[in-house]
């Protein structure tokens, strides 16, 4: 069964970081697309940056150049490197696996439980 759960989240002062880790088990790993999706109250899911097997990335325009989006397949672990963070970016942060590549659509067959991120100004 695939599972996948999220750490990292915290809160910060805005121009601040933060790394989210997105642990994997139950399937090959790296044979799976993946992406990180955020929610904020009263807000639709989003998503945020995406990577596929092969290592190339898609993100969504207000992050990039700020997120960076990573996994490590001898870990089972993805990542999401969040620098610059702004209050904008507070959400709930989830990762998402699939074998079908939904580039940053939340189509995503498997989801973590989340983990929270709270930027103050």
Known sequence: QVQLVESGGGSVQAGGSLRLSCAASGYTYSSYYMGWFRQAPGKEREGVAAIDSDGSTSYADSVKGRFTISKDN???TLYLQ??????EDTAM??????????????RYEHWGQGTQVTVSS
């Open 74 to 76: 001898a870990k089972n």
């Open 82 to 87: 969040m620098n610059s963070l702004k209050p």
């Open 93 to 106: 942060y989830y990762c998402a696996a699939d074998r079908i590549f939904w580039w940053l659509l939340p």
